[in-house]
C-alpha cells in the first residue's frame, strides 16, 4: 500500500504563491508517476499538473506559467509552486500518485486552498 498525504495548503490573496507538498510513503516502488488535482465546490475534479515516470510534466491550461510541478526522490516528495495565485485557483487540492501517468492508484486526502480576492 501507498500512504500520500497532502500539505501546505491554506488561506492566501491574490496574487500570493503557495507550496504544497506530497509526503508519500509505503510501497512506494509501485509509484513512477504522480500528479495534482483538485476539485472546487460543485465542479467535477480536474488535473492542475502532472510528471512522467521520465519527468515529463504536463499542465492543464490554467496552471501554465504560474504553477510549477517537480519531486524530491530522495525525500520520496512531490511538490507543486504556485505563484501568481487567483480566486479561481480555490479549491481541495489532491496528490495523485501510480504505475501509469493519469491512471493513478492512490490519492490522498487533500488540502485545502482558498484564495483571497
Known amino acids: 500500500q501507498v500512504q500520500l498525504v497532502e500539505s501546505g495548503g491554506g488561506l492566501v490573496q491574490a496574487g500570493g504563491s503557495l507550496r504544497l507538498s506530497c509526503a508519500a510513503s509505503g510501497s512506494i516502488s509501485s509509484i513512477n508517476a504522480m500528479g495534482w488535482y483538485r476539485q472546487a465546490p460543485g465542479k467535477e475534479r480536474e488535473l492542475v499538473a502532472a510528471?512522467?515516470?521520465?519527468?515529463?510534466?504536463y499542465y492543464a491550461d490554467s496552471a501554465k506559467g504560474r504553477f510549477t510541478i517537480s519531486r524530491d526522490n530522495a525525500k520520496n516528495t512531490l511538490y507543486l509552486q504556485m505563484n501568481s495565485l487567483k480566486p479561481e485557483d480555490t479549491a481541495m487540492y489532491y496528490c495523485?500518485?501510480?504505475?501509469?501517468?493519469?491512471?493513478?492508484?492512490?490519492w490522498g486526502q487533500g488540502t485545502q486552498v482558498t484564495v483571497s480576492s
Open positions: 510528471m512522467s515516470s521520465r519527468d515529463s510534466t
Open positions: 495523485a500518485g501510480g504505475t501509469v501517468i493519469f491512471e493513478y492508484d492512490y
